[in-house]
């Protein structure tokens, strides 16, 4: 059984919720390395106050017990603390009385850049905060929780997975002045696997190709406008010669343009993958809208938002990588419980490397 995922939540909404499911029984998962990269993801230099608000922490509904998995559907919950201001605006059912607290009002100047204007035309909304509580990237908290899960299962077999912003030096000068100027600003985030086996992913159909796998995970990320593998787009202007990386005796190489990826499978070498992230279109100058009802010009909404993200960027972006990867693994090497995973994966690496 492949692994698959479904998630469901608002951004003031009670609580997000992610659904696991295929998962191989007696993986052990630390609950506090959860919590961890969920903090990691509130970090980071340019964030907005909301991330004082809320103090993400892991909750399991089903299928863990005393700290391992059973092999049935894992039920992830990480509350939205901040839903006690919106139980009114944000209520499941028609809520009673005189409207109070946030949400109340209808949002109904779009914000370009978001999801505003596509989903209240797409779904019939006639209120924006229908498409931009699930648009919002809030909901990448539950991702990132799925993350931990995905990342405890390859290190059952030696694969690591990290995130970090490429322009890091340059980035809280570009924050600050943003800052300064009521604006936002974007950057660029990379995610490197290590000790990835040779033969994760195939070319035998488009979809199981790993290189296309993983640019559709990190192209799902909000504000995600691009993504490179290996040495990407600069590959477009070298030679073939200095393009692809040599194989010397052993099967060993020298470099490693390619980004651990050749034709949709992993070659061995370390898979690199970058994403662009674009300015967040939430501005405390907010951009020329059109009013919905009226059609008359008018000014985006404005609502608490970050300066910049990149650094919860690279956090989600490992998430969504461990996640395609275990996904991969599985694929691969099978296994109901996580001792056939790990067996059948250390059988294989034996065969290859009696070739």
């Known amino acids: 059984m492949t692994l698959r995922l479904s998630t469901a939540g608002e951004s003031h909404g009670p609580a997000l919720v992610a659904i696991m499911s295929g ?31 809320e103090q993400d922490r892991v909750e399991v509904l089903a299928g863990l017990r005393q700290g391992r998995t059973l092999g049935t559907p894992l039920a992830l919950v990480v509350r939205n603390n901040d839903h006690k201001n919106w139980t009114w605006g944000m209520n499941p059912w028609q809520p009673e009385g005189e409207p109070h607290g946030k949400g109340t009002k209808a949002v109904t100047l779009p914000r370009p850049g978001h999801a505003d204007l596509p989903g209240v035309l797409k779904y019939d909304h006639d209120d924006v905060r229908n498409s931009l509580e699930r648009a919002s990237a809030r909901h990448t908290a539950v991702h990132v929780a799925v993350g931990g899960v995905a990342k405890a299962m390859l290190a059952t077999i ?7 912003t490429v322009d890091e030096p340059h980035l809280k ?6 800052r300064k100027a009521r604006d936002t600003v974007g950057g660029v985030i990379e995610v490197r696997a290590r000790n990835v086996p040779v ?5 035998a159909e488009k979809d199981d190709r790993l290189d296309a796998r993983l640019a559709f995970a990190l192209m799902g990320i909000q504000a995600v406008k691009g993504v ?6 600069a590959l477009a202007d070298m030679l073939g010669s200095e393009a692809h990386d040599e194989l010397r005796p052993g099967f060993t190489r020298d470099t490693n343009h390619a980004g651990g990826l050749e034709g949709g499978i992993s070659n061995g070498e370390e898979i690199i993958i970058r994403a662009a992230m674009k300015p967040l279109p939430t ?53 109901d419980s996580i001792g056939d995973f790990v067996a059948a994966h250390r059988a294989y690496v034996e065969r290859i490397a009696n070739r």
């Open 23 to 53: 998962l191989p029984a007696g993986l052990e998962l630390d609950r506090e390395a959860i919590d961890r990269d969920l903090k990691r993801r509130q970090e980071g230099y340019g964030r907005s106050p909301r991330q004082q608000i």
């Open 158 to 164: 030696g694969i690591t997975v990290e995130g970090s």
């Open 173 to 178: 000068e570009r924050i600050d002045e943003a």
């Open 199 to 203: 033969g994760l992913g195939s070319y």
């Open 228 to 233: 490179e593998i290996g040495d990407g787009f």
């Open 283 to 335: 501005l405390m100058k907010p951009l020329a809208s059109v009013d919905l009802e009226t059609h008359e010009a008018g000014l985006a909404l404005v609502e608490r938002s970050d300066v910049a993200a990149v650094e919860a960027l690279a956090v989600i972006a490992e998430a969504a990588v461990a996640w395609e990867l275990a996904r991969t693994a599985h694929e691969k090497f099978g296994g």
